[in-house]
């Protein structure tokens, strides 16, 4: 056979490599999903053949069932998919762990715990979750109980086993109690990471044991584990607690050159000192700051600004400021951000421009509090502005909020103004 020619290579655009899209869906679990209630869902996987008992199929209403918080249901299915074989994977059993747990429902947690090893192997992933559903729910006792039985459940405790009972062991038995834990994971041969010191100098600095924090810092340096801006950033905010303002910008200054690049949050801290002594020059000369050295302000940065200029009255520059970060930054407001500044005006009394912070907020997809709306209800109707907070009260009842005593009096004050205007359905009075 002759050689094939460049004349007869074939065209090189249909040699490129072409990604297969994604398989479609299987068609029960499109119905689970699309079915009005969990309990539905649930009554359809039961009713399916069990080879419809996988692990997608179960999931998925295992997922709905929680979200739902219809825990009680959650068990009963749990022990029928065991007599049935359903082969579910550990991540399932994770996750509603993790729900359980925010649920303040440990003892239910324990069990799904216990359902495990009936379907598949413990995971760090299952037995963290159950580790943190304790310490959250203030049982840290029984948390450091589980962790001499990992190993009879198939898991070796590591950094992320201990980091968890260290949080829990700060909140309830300070730096000093938190410490002991440090000394039992380093006695076992587990190798503290960063964020293990920065949870121990974050509680020392919380207790105003600046000299403790400063030697966890050494500490971490001769585990050979590198402070990062986290680590700084929680020392530069004991410092600034203190009453250290000057050394707390040394320190950040200095990182450098200890071999940690200085980051937004450590501005952060500076500015939120500043920002409580009303320094709004201060404020501005760290964000000047921050330009010079190439790093770009964040939200958290404007944040503080914006709420400094509010707290002096000063909204027309807030409202600046927050054009400036769009438009000179390219940052994109938060929803704190926003309600920051329509508080800021609500506090200040401009609700002409607090009525225009609201429009750009509910733009971006962001709603206000509660009573930021009654303040600009109120607001608006003592400045006779009687469409604009009529707009506000349709807004606000769009967003599911209601009012006190106090707006339904700015109600009546729309009303009663002699203009017409019509109210939201959700808001009119029955006849």
Not at 213 to 230: D, F, K, Q, S
Not at 336 to 347: E, H, I
Request: with cysteine.
């Amino acid at each position: 056979m002759p050689f094939a020619t460049a004349t007869h290579r074939r065209d090189p655009s249909k040699l490129r490599y072409k990604p297969k899209p994604p398989p479609e869906p299987h068609p029960f679990l499109l119905h689970l999903k699309t079915l009005p209630s969990p309990v539905a869902a649930a009554a359809a996987l039961l009713s399916a053949p069990r080879r419809l008992n996988d692990h997608p199929f179960a999931s998925c209403v295992l997922y709905r069932l929680a979200r739902a918080r219809l825990f009680p249901i959650l068990l009963p299915l749990i022990s029928e998919l065991r007599s049935r074989r359903a082969p579910l994977r550990g991540t399932v059993f994770a996750a509603l762990i993790d729900r359980l747990g925010a649920a303040a429902r440990p003892d239910a947690a324990l069990l799904v715990f216990r359902a495990v090893p009936a379907f598949c192997s413990h995971s760090n992933a299952t037995f963290h979750a159950l580790l943190h559903c304790f310490v959250c729910n203030g049982r840290l006792d029984a948390a450091r109980d589980l962790l001499p039985r990992a190993a009879k459940l198939g898991v070796r405790p590591n950094a992320v086993s201990y980091n968890i009972i260290l949080k829990g062991a700060c909140e309830r038995d300070g730096f000093v109690g938190a410490r002991v834990v440090l000394d039992e994971m380093l006695g076992r041969g587990v190798r503290p990471t960063v964020v293990t010191f920065n949870t121990l100098v974050g509680a020392a600095c919380q207790e105003g044991e600046l000299g403790g924090a400063e030697r966890l810092r050494e500490e971490m340096v001769r585990r050979g584990v590198t402070p990062n801006a986290v680590t700084y950033s929680l020392l530069m905010r004991g410092l600034c607690d203190a009453g250290r303002h000057d050394d707390a910008k040394k320190m950040m200054f200095d990182m450098e050159y200890q071999g940690c690049q200085t980051e937004a949050v450590n501005y952060g801290v500076l500015m939120s000192a500043y920002a409580r002594q009303g320094n709004i020059d201060g404020v501005r000369g760290l964000l000047s700051n921050m330009r010079k050295r190439k790093l770009k302000p964040d939200d958290a940065s404007y944040n503080v600004l914006i709420k400094c200029l509010c707290d002096n009255g000063r909204v027309v520059e807030a409202h600046k400021a927050l054009v400036e970060m769009q438009v000179k930054e390219g940052t994109v407001p938060s929803a704190a951000t926003y309600r920051v500044l329509a508080d800021g005006c609500c506090s200040a009394q401009d609700f002409g421009l607090g009525l225009r912070v609201l429009n750009a907020m509910l733009a971006s997809g962001h709603c206000p509090l509660a009573h930021t709306f009654r303040h600009l209800v109120k607001g608006l109707s003592e400045d006779e502005k009687t469409e604009e907070a009529c707009f506000v009260l349709e807004k606000m009842a769009e967003s599911g909020a209601w009012m006190d005593a106090e707006g339904w009096q700015s109600l009546v004050t729309c009303v009663c103004s002699g203009s017409e205007v019509k109210l939201p359905d959700e808001l009119a009075m029955p006849s």
